[in-house]
Antibody, heavy 120, light 108 residues
Framework: QVQLVESGGGLVKPGGSLRLSCAAS????????MTWIRQAPGKGLEWVSY????????YYADSVKGRFTISRDHAKNSLFLQMNSLSVEDTAVYYC?????????????WGKGTTVTVSS | EIVMTQSPATLSVSPGERATLSCRAS??????LAWYQQKLGQAPRLLIY???TRATGIPARFSGSGSGTDFTLTISGLQSEDFAIYYC??????????FGQGTKVEIK
């Protein structure tokens, strides 16, 4: 079945770095745009980053621009988010989500998320 | 950036009753509006896209309507598993994709 599984979250000190991964299965990964979305504790959903199917077009939310880098590896059917210069405001559950083809450009499949905690 | 505003923040409903949730966009998003359900500790699940099309496997008691700037999610005959937080998302003008702040549907 269609599945996204995130990993790589953890506890990191302010100013530190983490690399999140998202393993895709059950669909043709190369056909789909992908995104990262996060949710701070007790808060709503915030779009973080987008990458086109071929990896050529990339966008970031202003809150992470210059600090986060999205990438994908088609050989591994995987999506990544390199997060540098982390601050306490980056503490959140990070979800990997597929941008649907038949559903327009909304996120139609989500992973269960990986938790990032930035604290000294 | 398009701002999405949901109301009310919390909706108290008895099982079996109807729940009506609203979402308003700061400018027209045509019909590029989706609704998600999120239960505690779980990822969001797509319910509705294109403002009114149910996603695969979503029960018929969930319905969406609206276009332009005003949208509604209606849950008819609320069941115990429907008590959750619901978010709207606009995907007409991106980046950024923008979500509403959510409506919590709780048991009355």
């Amino acid at each position: 079945q269609v599945q996204l599984v995130e990993s790589g979250g953890g506890l990191v000190k302010p100013g530190g770095s983490l690399r999140l991964s998202c393993a895709a299965s059950g669909f043709t990964f190369t056909d789909y745009f992908m995104t990262w979305i996060r949710q701070a504790p007790g808060k709503g959903l915030e779009w973080v980053s987008y990458i086109s199917s071929g990896g050529v077009t990339i966008y970031y939310a202003d809150s992470v621009k210059g600090r986060f880098t999205i990438s994908r590896d088609h050989a591994k059917n995987s999506l990544f988010l390199q997060m540098n210069s982390l601050s306490v405001e980056d503490t959140a559950v990070y979800y990997c989500a597929r941008v649907g083809i038949l559903t327009g450009y909304c996120m139609d499949v989500w992973g269960k998320g990986t938790t990032v905690t930035v604290s000294s | 950036e398009i701002v999405m505003t949901q109301s009310p923040a919390t909706l108290s409903v008895s099982p079996g009753e109807r729940a009506t949730l609203s979402c308003r966009a700061s400018q027209s998003v045509s019909s590029d509006l989706a609704w998600y359900q999120q239960k505690l500790g779980q990822a969001p699940r797509l319910l509705i896209y294109g403002a009114s099309t149910r996603a695969t496997g979503i029960p018929a008691r969930f319905s969406g309507s609206g276009s332009g700037t005003d949208f509604t999610l209606t849950i008819s005959g609320l069941q115990s598993e429907d008590f959750a937080i619901y978010y709207c998302l606009q995907y007409n003008n991106w980046p950024p994709w923008t979500f509403g702040q959510g409506t919590k549907v709780e048991i009355k």
